[in-house]
């Protein structure tokens, strides 16, 4: 990984589930703060969503190794919402981390 390619900034948040004063299950997102990374474009394909298709990106983010992340966060990167799909931790040196993220078509 070299420094000049992790020049992308995204806002990574942490999923934390709570209970509404109802006792419905409500996904709560806190910031963990600004991360410098790497994105590219995966993929693109549609989908059905109701009686119209919308369109569904997926991205590669490469960033330094964290261990906070996990598969239930969220991302924001020039205005986009991005679920995280997957975390690739299998780097030996603990150097860097490989993310698979798809845009939310229903935001």
């Known amino acids: ?12 948040f942490k999923r934390s589930d709570k209970q509404s004063d109802s006792g419905a299950p409500v996904a709560v997102f806190t ?6 990374c790497s994105i590219t474009q995966a993929s693109a394909g549609l989908t059905e969503s ?8 997926s ?3 490469e960033c330094r ?12 990167w020039r ?10 931790d299998s780097d030996p040196k603990n150097a860097k981390l490989l993310i698979t993220a798809e845009s939310d078509p229903n935001q």
């Open 1 to 12: 990984m070299r420094a000049g390619k992790i020049n992308q900034l995204a806002e990574f």
């Open 31 to 36: 910031s963990i703060g600004h991360i410098w």
């Open 50 to 57: 109701g009686d119209r298709e919308q369109s569904v990106n």
């Open 59 to 61: 991205y590669d983010i």
């Open 65 to 76: 190794f964290r261990k906070d992340l996990s598969a239930k966060d969220e991302l924001n």
């Open 79 to 88: 205005g986009k919402r991005l679920k995280i799909t997957s975390i690739d």
